[in-house]
């Protein structure tokens, strides 16, 4: 069975600063892994996604994550926050096997901009 | 990117009654949909996927007779809150496979009962 562990049901940073968003994922088969954002009352919007190529994926917006097998991790990061990026962020995996292409979230993050 | 497109936004109904949320695919072909609820401030919970011409897969937990699901066409996915109560209430999320790593969602639906 697949999972998806955010770490931080909320983060906060300051307009300009980094932004770390914390993802860990469990799987049996190698995964595709996905990061999505919502803005209140809308459905998601996809930022990027890892499907077994390059390690380190970019996104829209600015975002950017890195998958690293050995630590189970990919989690997502923007050099300097905006405060548009204020919004709930869903890491979420999908272990590929045909006929079955589910997606497994995590609990989300709520990512707040300080001005 | 593909759009989805979900109706309507918001919805009220009074308690008792069904309620029908649709599912479109705009500018491509999905012979699967998936329909998630999600619960405030809680992560997205798949209820159901929907496969164009054959009965819908539930996942565990989640009550067929309750929520029934339509995929008529390669475009349409309905999904349908019979005799919704106020513990139905929730934001219902579609969303549409193409090929195998790309999904995109629809906006969303706010379900409140009274």
């Known amino acids: 069975a697949q999972s998806v562990t955010q770490l931080g049901s909320h983060v906060s940073v300051s307009e300009g600063a980094l932004v770390l968003l914390r993802c860990n994922y469990s799987?049996?088969?190698?995964?595709?892994l996905f990061w999505y954002v919502q803005y209140p009352n809308q459905g998601l919007q996809l930022l990027l996604k890892y499907t077994s190529a390059a390690t380190l994926v970019k996104g829209i917006n600015g975002f950017e994550a890195e998958f690293k097998k050995s630590e189970t991790s990919f989690h997502l990061t923007k050099p300097s926050a905006h405060m548009s990026d204020a919004a709930e962020y869903f890491c979420a995996v999908s272990d590929y096997n045909f006929g079955n292409e589910k997606l497994t979230f995590g609990t989300g993050t709520r990512l707040t901009i300080i001005p | 990117g593909a759009v989805v497109s979900q109706h309507p936004s918001r919805v009220i109904c009074k308690s008792g009654t069904s309620v029908k949320i649709e599912c479109r695919s705009l500018?491509?072909?999905?012979?699967?949909m998936f329909w998630y609820r999600q619960f405030p401030k809680k992560s997205l919970m798949l209820m159901a996927t929907s496969n164009e011409g054959s009965k819908a897969t539930y996942e565990q937990g989640v009550e067929k007779d309750k929520f029934l699901i339509n995929h008529a066409s390669l475009t349409l996915s309905t999904l349908t809150v019979t005799s919704a109560h106020p513990e139905d209430s929730s934001f219902y999320i579609c969303s549409a496979r193409i090929g195998v790593t790309e999904a995109f969602f629809g906006q969303g639906t706010r379900l409140t009962v009274v």
């Open positions: 799987s049996s088969v190698p995964p595709y």
């Open positions: 500018d491509f072909q999905a012979t699967t």
